[in-house]
């Protein structure tokens, strides 16, 4: 399976050192140019991702030149923006993606995405972790990752835990 992944999927997972998580359930993960920038600009101005080192392993490529009227229209930050576009282009089989408004113009646009709670489920599934909440209460409490109590408790369930 071919994946296009946004920064923040990739940012949060290596903050709690489970970035492999992404090489084990996927064949090859892509990224665009300016995802690869973000990642390291975000290392360097925020401090909750000081010092985390990129993967070697994940594919950078260039965006296309031009970006879906959808994408453009819905202003997404340009990291988004040239996942979306990549993943197009690539005819990946999956966008890693977390922020809902890009979300929303991947579905319109036809592309299959998931975030870090379904990687999580998956890894869990295939038996890759032995459990979803310590890394739920990892990426709350050093990646400031943000989960409802609501969509918590719902994913504890669907994983028996």
């Not at 050192?17 to 360097?44: N, S």
């Not at 031009?66 to 994408?71: G, L, M, R, S, W």
């Not at 993943?87 to 990946?92: D, G, N, V």
């Amino acid at each position: 399976m071919i994946v296009v992944a946004d920064t923040s999927v990739i940012l949060n997972l290596c903050r709690v050192q489970h970035e492999h998580l992404l090489q084990q359930l996927f064949k090859r993960v892509l990224i665009p140019d300016e995802v690869a920038a973000e990642f390291a600009r975000l290392t360097k101005i925020q401090k909750r991702f000081s010092g985390l080192v990129f993967p070697n392993w994940i594919e950078i490529l260039p965006a296309p030149k031009t970006f879906p009227t959808e994408v453009i229209e819905a202003q997404l930050h340009i990291g988004e923006s040239a996942a979306i576009a990549l993943c197009l282009k690539q005819k990946a089989d999956l966008l890693l993606i977390d922020e809902l408004a890009g979300r929303e113009v991947a579905a319109k646009l036809g592309l299959r995405t998931v975030g870090i709670i379904g990687i999580l489920i998956d890894a869990r599934n295939d038996n890759l972790i032995p459990n979803i909440k310590l890394l739920l209460e990892r990426l709350e409490r050093e990646a400031s990752f943000w989960i409802s109590r609501d969509l918590r408790l719902q994913v504890l369930q669907l994983a028996g835990e």
